[in-house]
């Protein structure tokens, strides 16, 4: 019995990556936190949204989280970003799609998690992003500009959206790749700003076809690759283990986003 639930507790443990201190931090913000219903088609939409604590109405920042869903460090760097003047939502794409229609913290592991983002049709998360960047615009504090970025999975979205949403200011791509299919890529309006980590050949491959593509139509893409990063860098970075590579990407790239976010 004994040896069970040990072998239980290492088994959730590797399912389960540890973001405690992620949470403690967020938990620790003096900012107002809350969350919103979107309504996309027929479903609701849990977003968590963050605003600064400024004079000034302020810039809408919408985050696209990584393939493991919305998670305590998402929710942590939309709290850090709204410490720097921005108001940011952070929208589950998981919402309802989880056992008794929960979101992310209903799936039983990781794994589950990112089995159903990989399969959330484009559709359906171009609608969310629609819902939360709609909410962003209406709410009284906001300048009516906004930005999206996203991580992983969320990079991904997130250059795809650029190519259907064409009010935003900019598109912060975190070690994602640009649609497959160039020609959308004229419909982009925003410039798009990548950020990549160094050892992340499966991602950085894609860059210098999307390098010649964006600049054949015309468009802004500006990528910065960071030596020594890994994939996930902004999060890895992070963390009390975190290796120095990963520490000093993420903050160069951080530094980043703060002079891009400033400029629109």
Known sequence: MRFALIFAIFALASLVPSQDWAKKLMEGSPRHQEWVDLKSGARTVKAFVVYPEIKEKATVVVLIHEIMGLTDWVMLTADLLAKEGFIVIAPDFLSEMGPSKGRTDSFPDVGK????ISGLPPEQVTGDLNAACDYGKALPAS????VVGGFCWGGTQTFRFATQRSDLKGSLVFYGSAPTDSSLLSQINAPVYGFYGGNDARINATIPDTEKAMKSAGKTYEPVIYDGAGHGFMRAGQMPEAQEANVKG???????????????
């Open 250 to 264: 993420r903050n160069s790239a951080w530094e980043r986003v703060l002079k891009i976010l400033r400029g629109v």
């Open 113 to 116: 998690a990112r089995e159903a």
């Open 143 to 146: 300048n009516g500009k906004l």
